[in-house]
């Protein structure tokens, strides 16, 4: 082989192993940037069937899948986590299961779980008439009224005040779901959300008094100053509660017109002054004269 076809071939292999290193450098950088582009995908633990609240959670209840993108929030990634703890808040089929969802560790399942850190369940024993006939479900408002004779006004009757008010239904008899259907359910108790000063009021009232429960719009939090009645407002027409008075409007009258002008008082006409020039001789002078015609009244 001669030398110029020897140049010729190591000239090639050259331009050979640049071209490919370049091609390869240019394939790298693309594929890394597809990499840091793409969306990152991580297992989370979801729920393989609606979990309703009070739930005790169980390994056939779980299962975990590839969740895109930045995960929910307090979302489990450990199916370990989950086994064993009760449901405070419904979770439902392919949902991820978020650590607010779950009651603490060791508190079990049931009603008890769904009870926040500081409050209490209390139980009211409840009729046709104290639980509104049967519409008094989980999850409502109410407020809680007791009637009875206070000490020392026996002259006065049986005296009702509402003890408390915007207070949360946790259960009614077993059932401590929601009912979507709003369907009057009869049961013997309900359990409401208190704190223990509150339970400590509604065992005193429950064993002294009669209790009545009086349903609430959720949306209404106010819980304005109640006055407590004797039996005897109710044949008194000053004791009696009056309706709200509706506010009076002041009535604007209209503004009077402006009274018209006065007419202009017609001015009458200035006399005609004629200047009459006398000569005498060499004397020289001057007359003035009105017009009398002018001067004359008009009749």
Known sequence: MNRKVSSILLIAFVIAAATSYVVYRVTQNQ????AQSAPISIPIVVAV???QIGTLIRDVDLTTAEW??????GALVNKDAALGRGVVSQIY???PVLETRLAAAGSGGGLAATIPPGMRACAVRVDDV???AGFVLPGMRVDVLVSGTAPGTTNQ???VKTLLQNIQVLSAGSNIQKDAEGKPVQVPVVN???TPEQAELLSLASNQTKIQLVLRNPLDTDTPETPAFFASNLFSESGAPKPPERPVVPVKKPAAAPPPPPAPVAKPPEPTIYLIEILNGAKRSEEK????EQQQPQQ
Do not use: A, M, N
């Open 289 to 292: 004269f009105k017009d009398s």
């Open 130 to 132: 104290v639980g509104v």
């Open 68 to 73: 895109v993108g930045t995960p929910p929030k």
């Open 192 to 194: 409401l959300l208190v």
């Open 31 to 34: 594929l890394r940037r597809s």
């Open 49 to 51: 069937r609606d979990l």
């Open 157 to 159: 009757g049986p005296k």
């Open 93 to 95: 089929q392919g949902e």
